[in-house]
């Protein structure tokens, strides 16, 4: 398992290491893990897990609260999914 700072994410909620996303995503654009097509803009992003404190503080800037909300119940829903996952992997 490659642990590295960036991953790719893909919106089908499937996570990978840049290493592993990167040598996948440049066959083709379908998702290893569930084969399913990635065709939209956003399908397949670069993640920086250790974002810094200028991005923290820009990267909502001029959202609607109930975009920030949204987006927020979103990405913790995707944490919890894979907190989860790896508790399963784990027993």
């Not at 290893?32 to 800037?61: G, W």
Request: net charge negative.
């Amino acid at each position: 398992m490659c642990i590295l700072d960036v991953y790719l994410t893909i919106c089908i909620v499937h996570i990978f290491c840049n290493e592993d996303g990167t040598r996948e995503f440049e066959k083709a654009f379908v998702c290893p893990a569930c084969d399913s097509v990635l065709q939209e803009k956003f399908d397949i992003i670069r993640v920086d897990m250790n974002p810094t404190e200028q991005y923290k503080s820009m990267v909502l800037v001029g959202q609607k609260p109930e975009v920030i909300h949204e987006i927020c119940t979103r990405a913790i829903s995707f944490w919890n999914y894979q907190v989860h996952l790896f508790i399963f992997e784990e027993t």
